[in-house]
């Protein structure tokens, strides 16, 4: 039985529903994608991100992107940050993290790429280890 029960209508065109892991994935995704201030009535919803993303990757801005990203983990309760590294190639903004998922603690790893051209964000998930 599944412990999270959610609906997705992007890219599905039967099954709306998602479960569990995948559940958890979108929901992240969305965290990112969403700007802050960006759904009306909710100015509190998204994430700050984006506005630093096409500034230098100084030591500051790349202290303020690591803050959000720990923000927006952080507020998924599913979630907890283990570690976290950013780096950057050209026009594209590379976060790696590990993350434990719970209930069931599996850790896994987390790239999440910003990429400046397209204006998008990734994100691919490589599982790293279960207690």
């Known amino acids: 039985m599944a412990t999270f029960t959610g609906m997705n209508t992007i890219h599905q065109h039967k099954k709306f529903t998602l479960t569990d892991f995948e559940l958890i994935k979108r ?25 630093f993303i ?6 500051e801005v790349k202290t303020s992107i690591e803050n959000e990203v720990r923000s927006v983990i952080g507020g998924d309760p599913r979630l907890e940050l283990d570690s976290l590294t950013l780096y950057s190639n ?39 280890r279960s207690f």
């Open 90 to 128: 050209e026009n594209v903004v590379i976060i790696e993290t590990a993350v434990v998922v719970l209930p069931n603690r599996s850790v896994e790893e987390l790239r999440i790429t910003f990429d400046q051209r397209t204006n998008t964000v990734s994100l691919k998930w490589y599982k790293l």
């Open 27 to 51: 929901d992240l995704l969305n965290a990112f994608l969403i700007r802050e201030g960006e759904i009306a009535g909710r100015p509190d919803l998204g994430t700050k991100i984006w506005s």
């Open 54 to 59: 096409f500034e230098p990757l100084i030591d």
